[in-house]
């Protein structure tokens, strides 16, 4: 029998986080867009004071511990006063996706149960559309000073949030909380049916902040910048306002304007260290750079995850600008970050093309995680970066069930992801496709994810989209989808024959459709379900094919 140990026990707590935060780098800076434009400035310390005065605010409304308050923000600071306050004060911190269809929107902020919302000047139409379906909400919170907080005519009462807050005291006595109680609750994005709640713990949040913060994964200390582009109400930010306050890092919040020239602005005006967030938005900021002729003189590495990057992005960041690429997994059922790519000192050695196609790869676990793939009848494939199954993961900060399901979500305690993945020898994750997109033809796989990056590739080419559609002989077949990049003339047979050599020959669609933008949803992912409705059946008479 094994001894008990003599440790202490101390709880892993997000009011521990703060505590350390405004303790131990007090003095060090968040840098905050606001949504009216211009920057706010203050301290860790400043942020934990506000943090406290929101606690008592929240109490002062009649919310108790286990209330779940709602956000629908951007990345500034008041939402960050949130986070902390919300969760460090014994409540759940709800952020929902303002890119959300709103019947979406009431439906999880009425199954989450808030209380209260908080949400920006910006939303302000969506909050008058969504509170007369939201009948629990006992209080509309505007994240602004009375100046800039809008008139909703005909909707519900709004309190000012500096107003709600001035008067409370600078300290609040955070209370001792379980660290597997709940935390903070996002939903999934709702592609097929209701959105699907994932409630995670204290716990789960700290030992993943604490992870992020190493050096292979985001590298955080004291001398970083940090800028998470990735929306703090898409998975936490990936738990980047966590660990900056762990590693005492600087933290810059862009507001609502993600586009090229404003972050870039944002990037070279702070020293800009690092940042992540998902491939549109990197392809933006990249055609900024090059149109004005710029260059990136802080910018060291990007984490990138959401969908996958194309190696020919990769390839730009890395040769031309010299920025260091991270390709990282997660979905909102792992709070952050899962896997992540990262090179070796042997990779190093590689020639160029090699290390860019390692990049864009997913990576190995990062510590605590555990994945592996298995056939349609559960068992689990071999590590040959060949065979091909439905991705499967367990570990620290891993969903065991959906809020308030009955039901666990894991199968022989691992979470089926609904990704089609191999694994190398060395513990590499190749994301091969979704399990709703891969396309079976003539009896075989073809990974639209592969061939979506190979057109990429070309010059011409901003974007691209592979769905699978009907074919008599071959079961399905796919169709390409081209956003040419401004100013481009780039035709049918052209990107056809670019693809004939980089991916098997059946593989090279038999159509191409050429549009002038695809679907995205509130996550930065091209909708597919989208296309699949209108072109599911093949090309529709007048779409543009040249």
């Not at 808030?114 to 006992?138: M, N, Q, S, W, Y």
């Not at 001792?176 to 903070?184: F, L």
């Not at 995670?200 to 949040?205: F, K, L, N, P, V």
């Not at 079961?475 to 024959?497: A, H, N, S």
């Amino acid at each position: 029998m094994q001894p008990p140990s003599l440790m202490m026990y101390q709880p892993m707590t997000i009011s521990g986080v703060l505590h350390h935060g405004m303790t131990q780098y007090g003095d060090q800076e968040i840098v905050s867009r606001e949504t009216h434009g211009p920057l706010h400035r203050y301290t860790y310390r400043d942020m934990g004071a506000r943090a406290a005065q929101l606690a008592h605010a929240l109490r002062g409304l009649g919310l108790q511990p286990g209330a779940v308050v709602g956000s629908i923000a951007w990345n500034n600071h008041r939402h960050m006063e949130a986070y902390y306050a919300v969760s460090g004060g014994g409540m759940v911190m709800h952020t929902c996706n303002p890119r959300l269809h709103p019947e979406q929107l009431a439906y999880i902020v009425n199954h989450a149960e808030d209380e209260v919302v908080l949400f920006d000047a910006t939303f302000a139409p969506l909050i008058k559309a969504i509170a007369p379906h939201c009948p629990r909400v006992k209080a509309w919170v505007c994240l602004s000073d009375a100046e800039h907080t809008p008139a909703i005519e005909g909707g519900p009462e709004v309190l000012r949030y500096e107003a709600l807050i001035a008067p409370q005291p600078t300290t609040f006595d955070w209370p001792a909380v379980d660290e597997t109680a709940g935390a903070a609750l996002c939903y999934t994005s709702g592609t097929t049916g209701n959105p699907k709640g994932v409630l995670y713990s204290h716990r789960a949040i700290v030992l993943n902040a604490l992870t992020s913060c190493t050096g292979g994964v985001l590298n955080l200390s004291p001398q970083e910048v940090a800028l998470p582009v990735v929306p703090m109400f898409h998975i936490n930010a990936w738990c980047i306002p966590y660990s900056a306050l762990v590693a005492g890092a600087k933290l810059v919040l862009p507001g609502p304007k993600l586009d090229g020239a404003s972050l870039y602005e944002l990037l070279e005006a702070e020293q800009v260290t690092m940042t992540a967030g998902v491939p549109t938005i990197w392809m933006g900021l990249i055609q900024h750079v090059e149109q004005n002729g710029l260059r990136f003189n802080h910018l060291k590495r990007t984490l990138v995850g959401g969908t996958a990057m194309p190696q020919a992005l990769i390839a730009k960041f890395v040769d031309q600008y010299g920025v260091e690429v991270r390709h990282g997994w997660g979905m909102t059922e792992t709070t952050a970050v899962a896997t992540l790519s990262v090179l070796s000192r042997q990779d190093m050695a590689r020639p160029v093309a090699e290390r860019h196609a390692i990049i864009a790869r997913q990576g190995k676990p990062v510590p605590g995680i555990e994945i592996k793939v298995v056939d349609e009848n559960g068992h689990t494939l071999p590590r040959d970066d060949k065979s091909q199954g439905e991705l499967m993961v367990r570990g620290h900060w891993i969903m065991e069930r959906y809020y308030k399901a009955d039901r666990t979500a894991l199968a022989d305690g691992w979470f089926p992801t609904g990704d089609i993945a191999t694994i190398s020898a060395d513990g590499v994750l190749t994301i091969r496709d979704r399990t709703k997109d891969v396309i079976k033809s003539g009896g075989e796989w073809i990974s639209s994810i592969d061939l979506e990056n190979a057109a990429v590739g070309h010059p011409a080419v901003a974007m691209a989209a592979v769905i699978g559609i009907p074919d008599p002989k071959w079961d399905e077949r796919p169709l390409l989808f081209v956003v040419r990049k401004p100013g481009q003339t780039l035709e049918k047979q052209e990107i056809l024959d670019f693809l004939t050599g980089r991916v098997a020959k059946w593989w090279v669609p038999d159509d191409v459709v050429f549009v002038d933008a695809l679907p995205v949803g509130g996550t930065g992912k091209v909708q597919k379900n989208e296309l699949r409705k209108e072109y599911g059946n093949g090309v529709p008479n007048g779409a543009r094919t040249d």
